[in-house]
């Protein structure tokens, strides 16, 4: 019963101005967000000789976007800024009831000016590879390629926000602030900032493959890359493979002229590969991590903190503790995998591994008594074992007509090995947004979701409550929920060419794992969550409770209502409760549908500069079936992309669809 939501309570018929409320919204609040993308590539290559050849791609990209937040003006009557009754709707559904309160916070603002926020972001990136080839045939027998080479990312990010949060005028524009941006904010409101971002890289690397008749292979592989995020005596980041395989049906030519079996191939490989993904939270861009590993300042004028002092602002020290000694985390990684095909229509490929993570990069959570909210640590040491599965078949192939079809299945167990310093658990967070229910715990799987339960009959699972409040309380002791990652993963995918048109469609299944929503907590306590509707705010019976009937008995409790089924229950009780919203994370997907249609030759060849056209047109995240349970949103946009996955909130974006069309032409 552990982590699992309670059961349905009664339903509510209530009334509301649901549209007339979504109209205000709509006309008072806005957002804007214009992008503009510009992306240019160049390809060199060079072939002096049969057996030598050099290459050099470079690649920029530069990202822009401005975003606007414009709210109206606000004013309230004087009734609801005078009178601290509360209104809410009755059981029956057909009236309303109130409650006095006689504090302020439920009384509504004396009013607000129209307010106005601007940010304008870019991001350039450029890449560049330069690649050295040897392919040269020793003998009648033996084949050699060598190829060395370098990469360079150089990526730079700049960020300018103002917020113009009182402006004297509607419209709508920096330059009608009332007063100076930046003044009159708190610790958690940023008024204007600005901020640049760079990161380096560079990387060098070589690799041989050894080839005896075609069918037996030897391959092993060097990189070392150097990393500006990390001290001088850290940055080196080290890579290294070593893999071999043997098509054993072309070793033994009998075995291809198979009526069912038709191929054999048989691999393994070892490998060790370094990173320092975790500085940029699992952000694609490099910049996004710089500068992690430095103490570094905030400017603040945050009347919090005491500034501005006589005119002056001031500085704080970020809360996250840099550590220069971060070192790139190390994964080696074992794997041996077979494939196998039959009927020269089917693929079957089944492959083993286990990985072992050493001194994984973690923003652990400390006590903010000491000054600071987490720390950037080398900490986690994991393994990770599994099995991956494919099979890739042509169903139908005719002249104009072919079918095609994958599947393929991962299922992983990963446990926390050891963390450094003798620890036995470490709360995670990622890049100051703390998670402060994302474990590392050593024994079990990396990372698991802690939180509190309600205090349970240990024989039945069921909640006790009191048997004259019908209150139930909430256990001290933290408990595990359920691990944040997937233990299995389903996939298909799937393709079907007619003559000049393609269709494809791509989709998934993923669970066996866990995800806290904490965006229902904050729903709860507003007031705005499906569950504190359900019962009209009223008294009810907590579901599958039990009350103490003294020397270790429960009996179920029938009829002992919670006493207050309203601002002391839902807003500060229930809401506490880890549990409550801890869910399974398990969904099937529809993925992406795409349909293609390729121009016929005959409509572009009159133009004699156009080779090839064609028009795509595809959906995306078409499609999502979820447990009943599920009231909150898609399970996959979690709060963090780091290590401390396994939560939502509401500093992230809902799901959407995406329909496109693309037109190309190629000259």
Do not use: C
Request: charged residues 15%.
């Amino acid at each position: 019963m552990n982590g699992a939501a309670p059961a349905a309570l009664p339903q509510l018929s209530a009334k509301g101005s649901i549209v007339e409320q979504r109209t205000q919204v709509i006309g008072n609040v806005r957002y804007l967000t214009t992008d503009h993308n510009l992306t240019g590539n160049m390809h060199l290559s060079l072939k002096p000789t049969s057996w030598l050849s050099f290459s050099f791609r470079l690649a920029m990209t530069n990202l822009s976007r401005k975003y606007e937040a414009k709210t109206a003006d606000e004013s309230f009557s004087q009734y609801s800024q005078t009178v601290p009754d509360l209104l809410y709707s009755n059981a029956a559904g057909n009236g309303v009831d109130s409650v006095f309160d006689e504090g302020t916070k439920y009384i509504a603002a004396h009013g607000s000016q129209a307010t106005y926020s601007t940010y304008a972001y870019s991001n350039f990136l450029v890449t560049s590879d330069f690649l050295a080839t040897v392919d040269k045939n020793l003998s009648k027998d033996f084949n050699l390629k060598v190829t060395v080479g370098s990469t360079y990312i150089d990526n730079r990010i700049n960020n300018t926000y103002i917020n113009a949060n009182s402006l004297f005028f509607p419209v709508f524009n920096v330059n009608n602030l009332t007063g100076t941006p930046g003044l009159g904010g708190t610790a958690n409101t940023t008024n204007s900032s600005n901020y640049t971002e760079e990161a380096r890289r560079l990387g060098y690397f070589g690799e041989v493959q050894l080839g005896f008749k075609s069918y037996a292979y030897l391959h092993g592989s060097y990189r070392t890359d150097i990393d500006s995020r990390l001290s001088k005596d850290n940055r080196y980041i080290p890579y290294y493979d070593v893999d071999a395989s043997l098509v054993i049906s072309d070793m033994i030519p009998s075995i291809a002229s198979g009526k069912v079996l038709n191929s054999v191939k048989i691999r393994g490989a070892h490998s060790l590969t370094g990173n320092v993904s975790a500085l940029a939270s699992g952000s694609p861009y490099i910049a996004d991590g710089a500068y992690k590993t430095v103490p570094t300042l905030t400017a603040t004028n945050t009347t919090t903190l005491g500034f501005p002092y006589n005119g002056l602002g001031g500085f704080w020290l970020n809360t996250t503790i840099a550590n220069p000694n971060i070192k790139p985390e190390k994964v080696n990684e074992d794997e041996i995998g077979l494939e196998l095909g039959f009927l020269n229509r089917i693929q079957l490929t089944v492959v083993g591994y286990q990985s072992k993570l050493k001194d994984g990069i973690v923003f652990a959570s400390i006590p903010n008594s000491s000054g600071f909210t987490q720390a950037l640590v080398n900490a986690a040491n994991t393994s990770n074992k599994g099995i991956e599965a494919e099979i890739r078949a042509t169903v139908l192939k005719t002249k104009n007509l072919s079918w095609n079809f994958n599947v393929n299945y991962t299922y992983n167990k990963s446990k926390v090995v050891a963390i450094n310093g003798g620890q036995k658990a470490l709360g995670l967070g990622t890049n100051g947004l703390l998670n402060t229910n994302s474990y590392a715990v050593v024994g079990q799987p990396f990372p698991v979701i802690e939180g509190y339960d309600w205090k349970r009959d240990s024989a039945s699972g069921k909640v006790i409550v009191n048997g004259t409040t019908g209150q139930p309380s909430r256990d001290p002791n933290l408990k595990i929920l359920g691990q944040a990652t997937p233990k299995h993963i389903l996939g298909f995918s799937t393709t079907v060419n007619y003559k000049s048109w393609t269709f494809s469609a791509t989709a998934d299944y993923r669970g066996g794992y866990k995800i806290f929503n904490a965006i229902g907590t904050s729903m709860d306590f507003s007031g705005n969550g499906y569950t504190t509707a359900l019962t009209g705010r009223q008294r009810f019976v907590f579901p599958n409770s039990v009350i103490d009937a003294g020397g270790g008995k429960y009996t179920p409790n029938t009829n002992v209502t919670v006493d207050d089924a309203n601002f002391n229950f839902w807003p500060s009780l229930y809401n506490s409760v880890t549990a409550n919203y801890v869910i399974s994370a398990s969904a099937w997907k529809l993925r992406e549908v795409a349909v293609s249609y390729d121009f016929p030759r005959a409509w572009i060849a009159p133009t004699r500069i156009i080779q090839h056209a064609s028009l795509t047109v595809s959906g995306r995240n078409l499609l999502m079936i979820r447990p009943k349970q599920n009231v909150w949103t898609d399970p996959e946009y979690s709060e963090d992309t780091g290590n401390d996955v396994g939560r939502t909130g509401e500093g992230q974006t809902p799901p959407t669809r995406i329909f496109s069309a693309t037109l190309a032409i190629q000259f």
